[in-house]
């Protein structure tokens, strides 16, 4: 019995129920990321830091954050950012699937299950 090599486009990414996000006036995501820990704490009292910093994502980053709801995997995600950017998403798998890992990377996802 031959084992199935895993395909990242059946991955199903969810966004990080940790992190609070709102649409903005000019229908951007803006998602923020509370600064914890000892060092961010120094760095708010000492060079008055923020303790909730904001994170803007542009138009694609925006529409790619709210078609990851847990039930789309990444093939279906690309396929809905080549209706709504067509060429201008180009080279899409390759950009959305370096986007969907930095994502991944910083906590700000999680893959729901996999197809």
Same mark, same amino acid.
């Given at each position: 019995?031959? *084992? *199935? /090599?895993?395909?990242?486009?059946? +991955?199903?990414?969810? @966004?990080? $129920?940790? +992190? ?15 600064? !914890? ?5 120094? $760095? ?6 923020? @303790?909730? %910093? /904001? ?6 980053? %925006? ?16 396929? $809905?950012?080549?209706? @709504?950017?067509?060429? *201008? ?5 390759? !950009?959305? %699937?370096? +986007?969907?890992?930095?994502? !991944? ?11």
């Amino acid at each position: 019995m031959s *084992k *199935k /090599k895993e395909n990242f486009l059946d +991955y199903i990414p969810k @966004r990080n $129920a940790l +992190y609070n996000w709102e649409i903005t006036s000019n229908n951007h995501v803006e998602v923020s990321v509370v600064n !914890r820990g000892f060092y961010n704490r120094i $760095a708010q009292l000492l060079f008055h830091k923020p @303790r909730i %910093s /904001k994170i803007e994502l542009d138009d694609m980053g %925006s529409f790619i954050w709210q078609e990851m709801d847990g039930h789309k995997t990444v093939y279906e995600i690309g396929m $809905a950012v080549t209706v @709504r950017f067509g060429k *201008k998403a180009e080279p899409l798998y390759e !950009r959305l %699937s370096e +986007y969907i890992q930095i994502l !991944r990377k910083n906590s700000f996802i999680v893959y729901e299950n996999k197809k």
